[in-house]
């Protein structure tokens, strides 16, 4: 069983559609989150980054993390389509520098 | 700053020839990775280095890979010899210990073939 699991979609919606993308984790040691974003034939981007539980907004986006029950979201408000990309969750121990990533999830938002 | 550049961007090699991948991390990050990307596999952590000096290695597959930093501006992966299992994107990302977040900035990656 891997450590982070991610639904790998795609997952497709028009635009101005609420958008939820999700992952699990089986290690209880994680204490940062983050959600990365990838545009096609480009290297991963950080869009969001949360510290243990609880919630981030940053504009339209919105990061949830739920200690309790291992899962973590991403919620996006009134999509467009340049949100058409593939989403990573990642997340790392505290005091460790390395990341373990979801295999991403692929956002297509139609104009 | 240019951010963390890789080269090639592209490379296309035949089964059993030697591939160096490069990387040139942003200037003044401590930490650099070497991740490997497939459809079936996501995004790998190959190894990762502070200091220029390896501190996890257990993502190279085998002794086939190998990973150098011989400076704080320079870092390879090599693979010899290749095998087509080896396809994949190959990002190279660095960070800087002293930042809130640790962010890691990757670079635009280095799409390798192997026929």
């Known amino acids: 069983q891997k450590e982070v699991e991610q639904d790998p979609g795609p997952l497709s919606v028009p635009e101005g559609a609420i958008v939820s993308l999700n992952c699990t984790y089986s290690n209880s040691a994680f204490q940062y989150f983050m959600w990365y974003r990838q545009y096609s034939r480009k290297g991963p981007e950080l869009l969001m980054y949360?510290?243990?539980?609880g919630n981030k907004e940053d504009g339209r986006f919105t990061a949830q993390v739920d200690k309790s029950s291992k899962y973590i979201s991403l919620f996006i408000r009134d999509s467009q389509p340049s949100d058409s990309a593939t989403y990573l969750c990642?997340?790392?121990?505290?005091?460790?520098?390395?990341?373990?990533f979801g295999t991403g999830t692929r956002l297509l938002v139609s104009p | 700053d240019a951010g963390v550049i890789q080269s090639p961007r592209h490379e296309v090699t035949e089964m059993g020839q030697e591939v160096t991948l490069r990387c040139k991390p942003i200037?003044?990050?401590?930490?650099l990775f070497w991740y490997r990307q497939t459809m079936m596999r996501g995004l790998e952590l190959l190894i990762y280095f502070n200091n220029n000096v390896p501190i996890d290695d257990s993502g190279m597959p085998e002794d086939r890979f190998s990973a150098k930093m011989p400076n704080a501006s320079f870092s390879t992966l090599k693979i010899q010899p290749s095998e087509p299992r080896d396809s994949a994107v190959y990002f190279c990302?660095?960070?800087?210990?002293?930042?809130?977040?640790?962010?890691?900035?990757f670079g635009p990656g280095t799409r390798l073939t192997v026929l």
């Open positions: 949360t510290y243990s539980s």
């Open positions: 990302a660095s960070s800087w210990a002293g930042g809130s977040y640790n962010e890691q900035f």
């Open positions: 200037s003044g990050h401590d930490y």
């Open positions: 990642a997340m790392r121990r505290a005091g460790f520098q390395k990341l373990v």
